[in-house]
Each structure stands twice: as structure tokens, then as C-alpha cells.
């Protein structure tokens, strides 16, 4: 079965830092791009990042470039984000999302998501 | 970058009503455009993507169309289940920007 597990989320105060996890199985994970896509409560889907299967191609959203990095290990069939000087208006589910075989291309396979709240 | 602007922003219809979601592009993005589908309190699920193919599983009464900027998501015949929200994404190139979403309601 494919699979995109989630983890790293939690409460975190503003300007601290915070790296999410994802775990992929059931498919070659190296064969593929990898993304992560953000909803904040209530609200619609935000694209936050990209890197392709050899991590040579990588994009971020604007509202995140400078504090977040993606970066993935073929090794282990992991993908992660680190969150750095977060902001209040980073609070949001964080999913893991794989993509069709183009860099960019529909996504296919979601995680459940991680949930992210910065707060004071 | 190329916006995404989706509408309706929300909808109510009846079971078994023929619906058309719309998605329009700021800019050309031939059939670069996938279509996904919300239910309350899960995960997004891709319905459509290249503008029409549908994915494995889903059903037949979804249905996607357009090309260039203009594009549509219909529902031949509106089933309960189908109370969701619906995004549109452009994936032509950095960044795959999503629409706002259309919520749908059954009446």
C-alpha cells in the first residue's frame, strides 16, 4: 500500500524553529518529487514546497523562502521541512504529498497531515 | 505568478443535479491542471488531472475539461457523498498554485 506518514508537528512559539517528517512506503520513493502542501484552520490548500527525486530542483513559496528547507534522504524513503523563525501565519495542517512523474505534476498520494500551531 | 481564481466559492444543489465547478488561469497553462476533491475533516484526494484524465477510482460522473485558461469540473449527477470541497491546481511550473476551493452543499 502506499503510504505518507506525517510527524514532527506541534505547539512551537513564534520565532523557534520546528522540522516535519514524512515516511513514504509502497512506491520508489527516489523515482519521484516530492511536496509539501500547508492548510491553515479553516482555509483553503497552500503549496509551500518541492524537490525533485535527485533534490537538484527546489522551489519554495515566497511566504516561506529564507526560513524553510525541504530536503529528503532516498536512504531511508524520507522527506522533510525545516521551519525556522516561524510566524504565526505558518499555523496549519502540514501534509506530505507525492507527485505523478513530472517536477511539477498533479498529487497523487497525501499523508494525513501534521499540524503546526505557533503561538505564544 | 499565474493565479488561480475558482467559481463558484460555494454551492448548494440537489441530488442528482448536473453541477460545473470553474477554474480560471491568469495566464495559459495548456492542460496542465489537476483537480481535487475535500471531504469535512480529510485529506484531499485527486479526481482529475492533465485537464481531463480521470484518475484511477473515481468515479464517472466526474468529469474535467478546458484547456489553455478555462477549465471546468462537472458532476453528471450530484450523489450525497459528494458534499466536499473542490480545489483546481495549475502545475505547469513553480509555483503549483491552488484555486481558492468551491464548497459544495447538497440542497
Known amino acids: 500500500e502506499v503510504q505518507l506518514v506525517e510527524s514532527g508537528g506541534g505547539l512551537v512559539q513564534p520565532g523557534r524553529s520546528l522540522r516535519l517528517s514524512c515516511a513514504a512506503s509502497g512506491f520508489t520513493f527516489d523515482d519521484y518529487a516530492m511536496h509539501w502542501v500547508r492548510q491553515p484552520p479553516g482555509e483553503g490548500l497552500e503549496w509551500v514546497s518541492t524537490?525533485?527525486?535527485?533534490?537538484?530542483?527546489?522551489a519554495y513559496a515566497d511566504s516561506v523562502r529564507g526560513r524553510f528547507t525541504i530536503s529528503r534522504d532516498n536512504a531511508k524513503n524520507s522527506l522533510y521541512l525545516q521551519m525556522n523563525n516561524l510566524r504565526a501565519e505558518d499555523t496549519a495542517l502540514y501534509y506530505c504529498?507525492?507527485?505523478?512523474?513530472?517536477?511539477?505534476?498533479?498529487?497523487?498520494?497525501w499523508g494525513h497531515g501534521t499540524a503546526v500551531t505557533v503561538s505564544s | 505568478d499565474i493565479q488561480m481564481t475558482q467559481s463558484p466559492s460555494s454551492l448548494s444543489a440537489s441530488v442528482g443535479d448536473r453541477v460545473t465547478i470553474t477554474c480560471r488561469a491568469s495566464?495559459?497553462?495548456?492542460?496542465?491542471l489537476a483537480w481535487y476533491q475535500q471531504k469535512p475533516g480529510k485529506v484531499p484526494k485527486l479526481l482529475i488531472y492533465g485537464a481531463t484524465t480521470l484518475q484511477s477510482g473515481v468515479p464517472s460522473r466526474f468529469s474535467g475539461g478546458g484547456s489553455g485558461t478555462d477549465f471546468t469540473l462537472t458532476i453528471s449527477s450530484l450523489q450525497p457523498e459528494d458534499v466536499a470541497t473542490y480545489y483546481c491546481?495549475?502545475?505547469?511550473?513553480?509555483?503549483?498554485?491552488f484555486g481558492q476551493g468551491t464548497k459544495l452543499e447538497i440542497k
Open positions: 504529498a507525492k507527485g505523478r512523474p513530472l517536477l511539477y505534476d498533479a498529487l497523487d498520494v
Open positions: 491546481q495549475k502545475y505547469i511550473s513553480a509555483p503549483p498554485t
Open positions: 495566464q495559459g497553462i495548456m492542460n496542465y
Open positions: 524537490i525533485s527525486w535527485n533534490s537538484a530542483t527546489i
